[in-house]
């Protein structure tokens, strides 16, 4: 009986890591704007070989400029994930959890949910989750032990990866993650329970802006090396700005010499195994080759 069950447990650990894809560790954000702006042969040389396009382009430049875009990068070797948002839309935040019936709002999990699936039918090669959160009230959310702000969040991650995982097994799932470690509390984001469905959880530490900068690059490093402890087996890739801000109002972008020494710091100082950079269009492309790889 023990040996038996010893073997269904390395199975099931085997069946895991099938799902857990390789990837290759940099990427960038990419509004829609400037879809057709990009030199993916650029992109492709500097070793940011993840593009993170923005739903909206499918709206902005049709679906079969899009499309053509995603297999022009494909044919590059760059994947490109589709990015969206998850608990916001036309501009308000929605609350995933019925407080009143003491439920998780199953028909808008299947709503965006059904989104996700179509991509991954277009053959993109990966969905990038933004706004898998509350907007800083997740502790006003828990109506009961069994239904929580948290366990909504981690939820909606579980039936998200069952389903597209069940649609095209490489596909990877990625998540923008707020960088507070205390991110349970007001955004209902836990990595340790994410990370069981996620490939690839992206802390925003975007520490040469707003609020954050005051913060500095010791707390920038503690956070990634946060993130990547709690979120395993998922890996991290540290989210960094191409740009800082001097106050609320004025952004000045960086170089491609003051990028890549930011991304060569949380490389080799941190447990983080990738960078992904915010955002395409501002700051100049880094060459990324020579970051060390984990």
């Not at 895991?16 to 990427?27: E, F, L, N, Y």
């Not at 709206?59 to 022009?72: C, M, N, P, V, W």
């Not at 494909?74 to 009143?100: A, M, R, T």
């Not at 939820?155 to 069940?166: P, S, T, V, Y």
């Amino acid at each position: 009986m023990m040996k038996r069950l010893l073997y269904l447990l390395a199975f099931l650990a085997a069946l895991a890591a099938c799902t857990r894809t390789s990837v290759s560790p940099h990427g960038i954000w990419l509004w829609s704007k400037y879809m057709n702006e990009v030199d993916l042969d650029s992109l492709a040389a500097r070793d940011i070989d993840n593009i993170i396009l923005h739903e909206v382009s499918f709206e902005k430049h049709g679906e079969d400029s899009t499309l053509a875009f995603i297999r022009a990068a494909q044919k590059k070797g760059l994947k490109v994930h589709i990015w969206f948002q998850c608990f916001y839309k036309d501009g308000k935040w929605i609350n995933p959890v019925d407080d009143s019936l003491n439920r998780y709002k199953q028909e808008y999990f299947d709503e965006v949910i059904d989104r996700a699936e179509k991509y991954a039918k277009m053959g993109v090669d990966g969905i990038h989750l933004d706004y898998i959160r509350f907007g800083g009230t997740a502790y006003r959310h828990n109506p009961s032990d069994s239904v929580t702000a948290t366990g909504c969040v981690t939820e909606f991650c579980r039936q998200i990866h069952l389903r597209l995982k069940a649609v095209r097994p490489d596909i990877v799932l990625s998540a923008a993650l707020m960088p507070e470690p205390d991110s349970e509390y007001y955004y209902g984001q836990d990595p340790a329970q994410m990370g069981q469905y996620i490939d690839i959880l992206m802390p925003m530490i975007y520490y040469h802006t707003g609020n954050y900068r005051k913060n500095g690059l010791a707390w920038a490093l503690e956070v990634a090396d946060h993130f990547a402890e709690k979120g395993a087996p998922a890996r991290v890739w540290a989210g960094l700005t191409t740009y800082y801000d001097t106050d609320s109002t004025q952004v000045v972008p960086m170089t491609a010499d003051e990028i890549l020494e930011d991304c060569r710091i949380f490389a080799d100082s941190t447990r983080a195994e990738g960078i992904v950079l915010f955002r395409y269009g501002i700051g100049e492309l880094p060459d990324l080759n020579s970051l060390n790889s984990k």
